[in-house]
Nanobody, 123 residues
Framework: QVQLVESGGGLVQAGGSLRLSCAASGRTFSTYAVGWFRQAPGKEREFVAA????????YYADSVKGRFTSSRDNAKNTVYLQMNSLRPEDTAVYYC????????????????WGQGTQVTVSS
């Protein structure tokens, strides 16, 4: 069983940066791919980024490509989402999720979810 806890959210001005962390319990976390998703009020949850279990493969939603970077430190059981050049439309609750096997942009394929962390970008 893998338990995930996100942190690092907050209030930032447009153009600013935040780094989200996703800390995991479980000795097998290093074998899990991790995805980042977000959900804004009144909107469906959407894919943001994904990283393979070794960290060698990452991919991003077009809306964040070039601004967000995901990385992981398996020795620390932690995955990161560095968010730069933030925009008001990035405001949402951000979730990390884990799955065995290959990473995916489909939320339905992830078995384990964190509780989410709020990111608010002011204009």
């Amino acid at each position: 069983q893998v338990q995930l806890v996100e942190s690092g959210g907050g209030l930032v001005q447009a153009g600013g940066s935040l780094r989200l962390s996703c800390a995991a319990s479980g000795r097998t976390f290093s074998t899990y791919a991790v995805g980042w998703f977000r959900q804004a009020p009144g909107k469906e949850r959407e894919f943001v980024a994904a990283i393979s279990w070794r960290g060698g493969t990452t991919y991003y939603a077009d809306s964040v490509k070039g601004r967000f970077t995901s990385s992981r430190d398996n020795a620390k059981n932690t995955v990161y989402l560095q968010m730069n050049s933030l925009r008001p439309e990035d405001t949402a609750v951000y979730y990390c999720a884990a799955k065995s096997g290959y990473s995916s942009s489909s939320a339905g394929q992830y078995d384990h979810w964190g509780q989410g962390t709020q990111v608010t970008v002011s204009s």
